[in-house]
């Protein structure tokens, strides 16, 4: 077979942050990729990445394991218009679909023209697509086999903390006004005779765990 022109160097690069990060890999050495899996925390449960090495670039593909019924017109409308919301103030990285067979896929670029990229390039690559599946694949899947459509699916992905948590009180039947999340909470626990010592405790102890909760698209108001 033809082997492909492509950097070794920066398929070391590659090689060496998915070595040192423990993935299991395959790695096409005629064709210059990587391919591996990746369980996340999303209704899509896993993605599939394609890291191609060029001579002078990387590109990290995340590739959905469902697409949209492309023979279905209304469908592929949805979700082209869904992929155009989601992609608007992305500062890296888009997502891609194709219309021959409905494949969804984020890709991420990484320009090595006259310079090498560190591992920790390649690792914010691969970390930055799987935080977008896990942003954005719920609304893919409620367009593909809910019918939602794309401005209600991106208005559920891209609530702010605030809209998120006045709607999961809203479930609980909570009265919210106007207020602001501090004071929500603050009736919220009146109601379930908390005290501020155990919400004290409480905060202090899962603080780094909800820190990143929710993650608001860069650039969006």
Known sequence: MK??????????VVKQFLDEDDWHYSFDENKGNFQFG?????KMKNIRYLVDVDDDNVIVYGIAPVGADFGDKQMMAEMAEYICRANYGLQNGSFELDFRDGEIRFKSYVDCDGCMPGKDVIRNSVHCTAMMFERYSPGM?????AGSNAKEAIEKCEKSPEEELRSMLSALGEELGDGSIDEMLERVAQRLGITDDETECRSAEDADVHLDLFRKKEGAE
Do not use: G, K, Q, T
Request: aromatic fraction near 10%; proline fraction near 0%; charged fraction near 20%.
């Open 38 to 42: 990746l369980c996340i925390d999303s």
């Open 3 to 12: 082997r492909n022109n492509y950097s070794n160097e920066i398929a070391n």
């Open 141 to 145: 899947i409620d367009i593909i086999f």
